[in-house]
Nanobody, 118 residues
Framework: VQLVESGGGLVQAGGSLRVSCAAT????????MGWYRQAPGKQRELVAS???????NYADSAKGRFTISGDNVKNTVYLEMNSLKPEDTAVYYC?????????????WGQGTQVTVSS
């Protein structure tokens, strides 16, 4: 099982970006997928998550600006980020709890850089 991220990049403050994460491999079920971020010198923090039953959780910093969604057929999760601020600058990591052919595991993507300029 692998998590393959795409999207991210450089955007001006107030702009929008979308990051995507596709889970690949022999997957039987996905319990939850989400996005974390880590800014330089800071701990990794949860941004948003979505369960297989579509229960969604947002960090306070993401509420009202970010939208997480999932495609169960494609095993993909999306994070639409609007009204971006310089403090949103971080490496964004996809995370998923997956049951595959090798059993249950927690997986991380390689990370994608999001930079918001002021």
């Amino acid at each position: 099982v692998q998590l393959v991220e795409s999207g991210g990049g450089l955007v001006q403050a107030g702009g929008s970006l979308r990051v995507s994460c596709a889970a690949t491999g022999r997957i039987f079920s996905i319990s939850v997928m989400g996005w974390y971020r880590q800014a330089p010198g800071k701990q990794r923090e949860l941004v948003a998550s979505i369960t297989s039953g579509s229960k969604i959780n947002y960090a306070d910093s993401a509420k009202g600006r970010f939208t997480i969604s999932g495609d169960n057929v494609k095993n993909t999760v999306y994070l639409e980020m609007n009204s971006l601020k310089p403090e949103d600058t971080a490496v964004y990591y996809c995370n998923a709890a997956i049951t595959g052919s090798s059993g249950f595991g927690i997986y991380w993507g390689q990370g994608t850089q999001v930079t918001v300029s002021s």
